[in-house]
């Protein structure tokens, strides 16, 4: 058992499902409790989707139990054929019907369907979402494309060769964007455009769109482009080895991902890049590079996500934006080695986990000034005032949004500079914040001026000003002051003196005022560190020494 309150991902079935939505023609039977229709919402409200997903629930219950569940599946898979006449089926089990041991695939295979009936095995109580996703398309693809036309990697060069010396435009598959992705729908478009310019045809884009016989299609491309490894790696590497097919292993978020992303299509495709590479302008890299970005150098940022994201995300912050990666970590297990890779090379030890307390310990510790994160940090970098932008799934519903928002390509990257440019004060007025911090309206704890109505609120009544979340100070004080406080205080500190090491010090009133004084967005930074110092050498009080002490000590 885990205490959970927050998951990143779903169950399995839900990542079946998303694909299931993503496709035409395709319907899914799948054996669940009354209830579990929950995740319909996800598709109608989250994403907006004008459709019911094709999902066809048993919908046991307690009741049934007792009688015949797999004559229910039965009777669910043969109405749902006849119903909805689709091309192909996919058949599972939630989380509660892999309990009562069903089998959806063999009961389906008894009813002798007139069409491709696939089953999944989805095991609900080590895997989520994700690998559901991965392992259904994957399926759906093996189960779809003709497997007697297998042929190697050598013969399949050499027949793309072979056409494009006849004229041919090559071809290639877009694999990975599915329903309920993170702004699939818009990167899309993005990358079929970058493909389109240098003159690559797009044989299939799968699942989202795709038939099942437009699957079956699948293998007459020349290559794969992978948009989203944790739903397309998978089936990218069977392709490969079953059609030869290499595919793409650059995911093109981010200004320099899109030109290598660009160039490795290229090569894939046995053409040149140079021409369009030339014409292509970019706003972002402009930007980034303009004197008003300037304060943006050396910002700390922490980065949590899917594991694509996070390491598309941390590349862009290092050498796009010039920020420094003082955290990163991912959610996806099964691509833990590749961000475990990436933050080496950040000089960082990846976290990986699906535990959010850890995370908001970690970011906590960390004390960042930018979170990038999914929706369960933004609630963190609420929490402990930092501000947040949000880089991957899961997602609310802001972040389907009506507007063209892809994050590949260059217009994604030109999305992406606005987005986690846009939590942070700008630069002229965290500059006269550190200037004039008694200033009634303006000061470090209220949130940037230009994020309107969370600053007025704050500006307009001064109890929402002290009481705001923002770049609040918490931490315990001594008030030599008070006697009373101060007795306390002395009678901790002879509680202590009998333990050999001391694990909490205590701000001295004036120590803490010119913690204050420290601009905010360092100012976390600077109390943990002068907190660790005082621990360390067994100070029980912080003092204005001690603070100036460490940070001698660390500036060192
Ligand atoms: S079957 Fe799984 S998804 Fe459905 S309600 Fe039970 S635990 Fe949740």
């Known amino acids: 058992m885990q205490l959970t309150l927050w998951t990143y991902e779903g169950p399995p079935h839900v990542g079946a499902m998303r694909i299931a939505t993503a496709m035409t023609d395709l319907h899914y039977v799948l054996h669940a409790p009354q209830g579990d229709t929950y995740a319909d919402l996800l598709f109608t409200m989250i994403e907006r989707l004008p459709k019911r997903p094709p999902v066809t629930y048993t919908t046991f219950q307690a009741r049934d139990l007792g009688g015949d569940t797999a004559q ?6 043969k109405e749902s054929f006849e119903r909805f006449k689709p091309q192909a089926m996919i058949v599972g089990a939630s989380c509660t019907a892999e309990l009562i041991q069903d089998d959806p695939g063999g009961l389906s295979k008894a009813l002798n369907l007139p069409i491709p009936v696939i089953p999944l095995e989805l095991p609900s109580y080590q895997k989520k979402e994700n ?8 399926q759906i693809v093996r189960h779809l494309t003709v497997q007697d036309t297998k042929i190697a990697a050598a013969t399949h060069i050499s027949q793309r060769q072979e056409k494009l010396a006849a004229g041919k435009k090559p071809s290639c598959n877009i694999l990975g964007p599915t329903a309920l992705g993170f702004r699939h729908r818009d990167d899309i478009k993005e990358v079929s455009k970058m493909l389109t310019m240098l003159g690559i045809e797009i044989n299939v884009v799968a699942p989202q769109s795709a038939s099942p016989s437009d699957i079956t299609r699948i293998p007459q491309a020349d290559f794969n482009v992978v948009l989203y490894p944790e739903i397309a790696q ?3 590497s069977w392709l490969s080895r079953m059609y030869g097919q290499p595919f793409t292993k650059v995911v093109p978020i981010g200004v320099n991902a899109s030109i290598d992303f660009m160039k490795e299509v290229a090569q894939l495709a046995g053409i040149s890049e140079e021409k369009v590479l030339k014409e292509i302008k970019s706003n972002s890299s402009w930007y980034a590079r303009s004197v008003d970005s300037t304060y943006l150098t050396g910002k700390r940022v922490f980065i949590f996500g899917d594991a694509t994201h996070v390491i598309a995300a941390a590349r862009i912050s290092r050498d796009e934006m010039g920020f420094q990666v003082v955290g990163m970590g991912t959610y996806s297990r099964e691509f833990a080695k590749d961000v475990r890779e990436a933050a080496k090379s950040y000089g960082l030890e990846a976290i990986i986990t699906d535990d959010y307390l850890e995370v908001e310990e970690k970011v906590a510790e960390l004390s960042p000034e930018l979170v990038l994160g999914t929706q369960m940090e933004r609630h963190i970098a609420k929490r402990l005032g930092v501000p947040c932008a949000v880089i991957s799934a899961p997602v609310h519903v802001q ?4 507007r063209y928002a892809p994050q590949m390509g260059f217009e994604g990257a030109n999305v992406i500079f606005d987005t986690w440019i846009h939590p942070l004060m700008m630069g002229l007025e965290e500059h006269l914040i550190m200037m004039f911090r008694e200033d009634f309206e303006f000061n470090s704890n209220v949130p940037a001026s230009h994020l309107g109505h969370v600053g007025a609120a704050s500006a307009s009544s001064h109890q929402v000003t002290e009481a705001a979340p923002y770049f609040e100070l918490e931490v315990p004080v ?5 006697p009373d406080k101060k007795e306390e205080f002395d009678t901790q500190q002879q509680s202590t003196t009998q333990q050999s090491s001391v694990d909490q010090a205590v701000w001295s009133a004036d120590a803490l005022k010119e913690l204050g004084k420290i601009p905010f967005f360092v100012r976390g930074k600077a109390r943990r560190n002068t907190e660790k110092y005082a621990i360390e050498h067994g100070m029980q009080q912080i003092t204005l020494e001690t603070l100036y002490d460490a940070k001698a000590y660390y500036s060192r």
């Open 72 to 77: 229910l599946f039965k009777n669910a898979a």
């Open 131 to 138: 690998w559901g996703a991965s392992e259904t398309f994957y």
């Open 234 to 236: 998978t089936t990218a």
């Open 399 to 402: 972040d389907f949004p009506a």
């Open 478 to 482: 001594v008030d030599q002051e008070q």
